[in-house]
């Protein structure tokens, strides 16, 4: 990007990044507890209430990589880069009526994570084994993309070169994502969610405002954008053609239902301190949709600005350094760049508990103390961390990216065994693997045969179906564990135990407080 040190930038980005990191390590003072316990370092004792939830969820599902991603996409593609819009506001439904009662059951059980619920409903740790590996598998270069969102604003800020000096700046601000992550676990980043999402949208409502200010009107960027997009070597325009509405709603659909299945998301929804919280959150949370909506608008700001880039991750830098003066300039790069340190957080937290209750504690050291529990999480967030890390410093990006892009199709994969498990129980845990696995196989082919596209073509009767590759394999999951099923249990097979009970599903029960529950016994616990 710049060539030249911009000072007054670099120095409004510094500040933030210092008046964050401060805020993040005091985290450990706020709503105290044993953070040498699990549940407290990595659900921070589920107490978080309406709002700091709404700011936590806001702040792991809309990521600098969601920042910089988005408005690339439309810059890009035209029309088919606002399908962020429809698939947030869905997957906020989807959440309405599933996330409160996986909460409920989850903290009855004590279950920390989605694993842990899998392993206790279907008494399968090969099953709950899947869905682990999966979580983490589609976590790591989740992590990576958000380094690479602090990575573009350091460039773009003129601090970039060869060799470590040039990641200097990176390297940092990771040290101070281990640093409050480590000590403060997930009140860190619930922490200073409020300040990312303040700093994000007081950056997209002076684009949205300065821009039309500086090119002409909303008429004119729009025009300016259609005639950019259509003049391409493969055209695009501002609406969809008739060719993309089958994979622009199957993308819809596939990414509303991974979002919520995400180990980060997970651990948002369970530090809730109540069922009732996560309703309301799930209610209001559509309102995020309008800054998404916003967000995509400066990709046909760009085209219009006559941004041109080498890089589509450097599209909202390079608007910005465009349009606004330095100062401003620094503080849009310090949003981005705490819009990436939240989630990253989230995410390291989300990974590590995985590692450590469903691998770990199942299968190398039986016997761990709760403290010792804790402090391999610690640990293994830490071990997490560093390999997103290395995917940013010796791998090359589009391999972070290509590999998100295979872990939203793999992490649908665990939605029969997760959510349609919080509603019957009528799946075997055998069928539900061996679909799983059918389902994961079959996405990676689909993906890789279109060269790492995320839209596959169905040949069915002669015509052609062009679809996301989530839902088609999906699909073929649940055809796979259903026809498993029933012949099994025409065989007279009753591979059926489950540490759950019926009235841990019961939706009347739903409204529970975190303080009612806590006065509730503990359900028994089978052994593992």
Same mark, same amino acid.
């Given at each position: 990007m710049k060539t030249t040190l911009d000072w007054a930038a670099i120095s409004v980005f510094a500040f933030f990044l210092i008046l964050i990191s401060a805020v993040a390590f005091?985290?450990?003072?706020?709503?105290?507890?044993?953070?040498?316990?699990?549940?407290?370092?990595?659900?921070?004792?589920?107490r978080f209430g309406t709002v700091i939830t709404w700011f936590l969820l806001g702040g792991d599902l809309f990521t600098a990589y969601t920042i910089i991603a988005v408005p690339a996409l439309v810059y890009g593609t035209g029309a088919p880069g606002f399908f962020a819009l429809p698939y947030?506001?869905?997957?906020?439904?989807?959440a309405y009526l599933t996330m409160p009662r996986l909460w409920a059951v989850c903290r009855r059980h004590h279950y920390v994570t989605a694993a842990d619920f899998v392993r206790g409903r279907y008494g399968n740790h090969w099953l709950a084994l899947a869905v682990a590996v999966t979580g983490i598998l589609a976590t790591v270069p989740y992590i990576a993309l958000q380094l690479i969102g602090i990575q573009v604003s350091v460039g !773009? %800020?003129?601090?970039?070169?060869?060799?470590?000096? =040039?990641? +200097?700046? *990176?390297?940092?601000?990771? &040290? #101070?994502?281990?640093g409050y992550t480590y000590t403060g676990g997930l009140r860190a980043p619930a922490s200073i969610a409020f300040i990312k999402d303040v700093m994000i949208y007081i950056v997209v409502l002076a684009a949205i405002i300065w821009l039309p200010l500086k090119l002409g009107g909303y008429g004119n960027i729009f025009h300016s954008a259609a005639t950019v997009l259509a003049s391409r070597?493969?055209?695009?325009?501002?609406?969809?053609?008739?060719?993309?509405?089958?994979?622009f709603s199957t993308l819809v659909l596939g990414s509303s239902l991974a979002?919520?299945?995400?180990?980060?998301?997970?651990?948002a929804v369970l530090s809730s301190?109540?069922?009732?919280?996560?309703?309301?959150?799930? !209610? %209001?949370?559509?309102?995020?949709?309008?800054?998404? =909506?916003? +967000?995509? *608008?400066?990709?046909?700001? &760009? #085209?219009?600005?006559?941004?041109?880039?080498?890089?589509?991750?450097?599209?909202?830098?390079?608007?910005?350094?465009?349009?606004?003066?330095?100062?401003?300039?620094?503080f849009c790069f310090a949003a981005i760049a705490v819009g990436a340190l939240v989630p990253a957080a989230i995410m390291s937290i989300a990974a590590a508990s995985l590692f450590t209750r469903n691998i770990c504690r199942e299968y190398l050291w039986r016997n761990l103390t709760q403290r010792e529990e804790a402090r391999l999480a610690k640990l293994l967030s830490v071990l997490l961390s560093v390999s997103g890390l290395l995917f940013v410093l010796f791998l090359p990006t589009q391999y972070a990216i290509n590999l998100q892009l295979l872990g939203g199709i793999w992490i649908v994969q665990t939605l029969p065994t997760v959510i349609f498990g919080l509603f019957t129980r009528w799946f075997l845990s055998t069928a539900l693997l061996a679909g799983w696995a059918t389902g994961m196989a079959a996405g990676t082919a689909m993906v890789i045969s279109q060269k790492l596209s995320a839209v596959f073509p169905l040949h069915i009767g002669g015509m052609t179906f062009s679809s996301y590759s989530a839902v088609n394999a999906l699909a073929l999951?649940?055809?796979?564990?259903?026809?498993?099923?029933?012949?099994?249990?025409?065989?007279?097979?009753?591979?059926?135990?489950d540490e759950t009970f019926p009235s841990d599903y019961d939706d009347s029960d739903r409204e529970l407080s975190s303080e009612r529950l806590l006065k509730e016994p503990s359900a028994p616990q089978a052994s593992r």
């Amino acid at each position: 990007m710049k060539t030249t040190l911009d000072w007054a930038a670099i120095s409004v980005f510094a500040f933030f990044l210092i008046l964050i990191s401060a805020v993040a390590f005091m985290a450990t003072r706020w709503k105290r507890g044993d953070l040498n316990l699990l549940e407290e370092w990595g659900l921070a004792g589920r107490r978080f209430g309406t709002v700091i939830t709404w700011f936590l969820l806001g702040g792991d599902l809309f990521t600098a990589y969601t920042i910089i991603a988005v408005p690339a996409l439309v810059y890009g593609t035209g029309a088919p880069g606002f399908f962020a819009l429809p698939y947030s506001t869905v997957s906020f439904a989807f959440a309405y009526l599933t996330m409160p009662r996986l909460w409920a059951v989850c903290r009855r059980h004590h279950y920390v994570t989605a694993a842990d619920f899998v392993r206790g409903r279907y008494g399968n740790h090969w099953l709950a084994l899947a869905v682990a590996v999966t979580g983490i598998l589609a976590t790591v270069p989740y992590i990576a993309l958000q380094l690479i969102g602090i990575q573009v604003s350091v460039g !773009a %800020l003129g601090l970039s070169g060869g060799g470590w000096t =040039g990641q +200097l700046p *990176l390297v940092i601000a990771f &040290a #101070l994502l281990l640093g409050y992550t480590y000590t403060g676990g997930l009140r860190a980043p619930a922490s200073i969610a409020f300040i990312k999402d303040v700093m994000i949208y007081i950056v997209v409502l002076a684009a949205i405002i300065w821009l039309p200010l500086k090119l002409g009107g909303y008429g004119n960027i729009f025009h300016s954008a259609a005639t950019v997009l259509a003049s391409r070597p493969n055209p695009a325009s501002l609406v969809l053609r008739p060719g993309q509405y089958l994979p622009f709603s199957t993308l819809v659909l596939g990414s509303s239902l991974a979002l919520f299945l995400y180990p980060h998301s997970i651990t948002a929804v369970l530090s809730s301190s109540s069922a009732a919280v996560i309703k309301r959150n799930s !209610a %209001l949370m559509p309102a995020y949709s309008l800054l998404l =909506g916003m +967000l995509a *608008l400066l990709g046909y700001g &760009a #085209l219009a600005a006559g941004v041109s880039v080498t890089s589509s991750s450097y599209v909202v830098p390079a608007l910005f350094v465009k349009i606004f003066p330095s100062w401003f300039v620094g503080f849009c790069f310090a949003a981005i760049a705490v819009g990436a340190l939240v989630p990253a957080a989230i995410m390291s937290i989300a990974a590590a508990s995985l590692f450590t209750r469903n691998i770990c504690r199942e299968y190398l050291w039986r016997n761990l103390t709760q403290r010792e529990e804790a402090r391999l999480a610690k640990l293994l967030s830490v071990l997490l961390s560093v390999s997103g890390l290395l995917f940013v410093l010796f791998l090359p990006t589009q391999y972070a990216i290509n590999l998100q892009l295979l872990g939203g199709i793999w992490i649908v994969q665990t939605l029969p065994t997760v959510i349609f498990g919080l509603f019957t129980r009528w799946f075997l845990s055998t069928a539900l693997l061996a679909g799983w696995a059918t389902g994961m196989a079959a996405g990676t082919a689909m993906v890789i045969s279109q060269k790492l596209s995320a839209v596959f073509p169905l040949h069915i009767g002669g015509m052609t179906f062009s679809s996301y590759s989530a839902v088609n394999a999906l699909a073929l999951n649940l055809l796979i564990a259903t026809v498993l099923t029933l012949s099994l249990n025409a065989a007279g097979s009753n591979g059926r135990s489950d540490e759950t009970f019926p009235s841990d599903y019961d939706d009347s029960d739903r409204e529970l407080s975190s303080e009612r529950l806590l006065k509730e016994p503990s359900a028994p616990q089978a052994s593992r």
